[in-house]
């Protein structure tokens, strides 16, 4: 079992910053990657970027390569999401996620994920 908890979302202007996290708890040591998707009203859920807990690898959609950076503790078995120079367009509500036990991936489709946190609001507006 694995419980996934993201926190540090908000409301922020256009251009501004924040960070998420996603704090992992329960067999941690089993789950190899965590990836960060969005959903917005209306539309589908889509990955965001993704990251592997052995190496580091990180793998970031199009529409955020640049402005965003995923980066790990393990020691504190958490993972960030920094996010700059927000647009209205980036809200939605981030949810964290992990593969099936021992698969590693750095995948961003959502089918590819079995564990999910419960999601905190990133409003970017003026």
């Known amino acids: 079992q694995l419980q996934l908890a993201e926190s540090g979302g908000g409301l922020v202007q256009p251009g501004g910053s924040l960070r998420l996290s996603c704090a992992a708890s329960?067999?941690?040591?089993?789950?190899?990657?965590i990836g960060w998707f969005r959903q917005a009203p209306g539309k589908e859920r889509e990955g965001v970027s993704c990251i592997s807990m052995s190496d580091g690898l990180t793998y970031y959609a199009d529409s955020v390569k640049g402005r965003f950076a995923i980066s790990r503790d393990n020691a504190k078995k958490t993972v960030y999401l920094q996010m700059n120079s927000l647009k209205p367009e980036d809200t939605a509500v981030y949810y964290c996620a992990a593969p099936p036990m021992k698969i590693a991936t750095l995948s961003l489709a959502k089918y590819d994920y079995e564990w999910w946190g419960q999601g905190t609001q990133v409003t970017v507006s003026s």
């Open positions: 329960g067999f941690t040591s089993d789950y190899y990657s």
